[in-house]
């Protein structure tokens, strides 16, 4: 899920905002708490770290949906992951 989070504009006489996020994209598949998510800068994806043991690489595709492109399950739930987008390096941490 991604949001873009504007500048508040005040309220001048009680100093109160009244914007509030706008929500983007949503993505789905996992069945568990996310517990790591790196934004690619390059590209329109998303790499997610899940306590379902999945590891998922969602891509947006040209119908403007994020959809997994890579998902790999492991023997342990990944607690944080790496992404170099210079090398395409991944590393997975574990706990």
């Given at each position: 899920m991604a949001a873009i989070i504007n500048?508040?504009?005040?309220?001048?006489?009680?100093?109160?905002s009244s914007a509030k996020p706008i929500l983007l994209h949503k993505?789905?598949?996992?069945?568990?708490?996310?517990?790591?998510?790196?934004?690619l800068s390059k590209d329109e994806g998303v790499w997610t770290a899940s306590d379902d043991r999945s590891i998922r690489l969602y891509l947006k595709r040209d119908?403007?949906?994020?959809?997994?492109?890579?998902?790999?399950?492991?023997?342990?739930?990944p607690?944080?992951?790496?992404?170099?987008?210079?090398t395409y390096k991944f590393v997975l941490f574990t706990v």
């Amino acid at each position: 899920m991604a949001a873009i989070i504007n500048q508040r504009v005040e309220n001048a006489a009680n100093g109160e905002s009244s914007a509030k996020p706008i929500l983007l994209h949503k993505i789905s598949g996992h069945v568990a708490r996310i517990n790591d998510v790196i934004l690619l800068s390059k590209d329109e994806g998303v790499w997610t770290a899940s306590d379902d043991r999945s590891i998922r690489l969602y891509l947006k595709r040209d119908n403007d949906q994020f959809w997994p492109s890579i998902h790999h399950f492991m023997p342990v739930a990944p607690t944080c992951i790496f992404y170099s987008e210079e090398t395409y390096k991944f590393v997975l941490f574990t706990v």
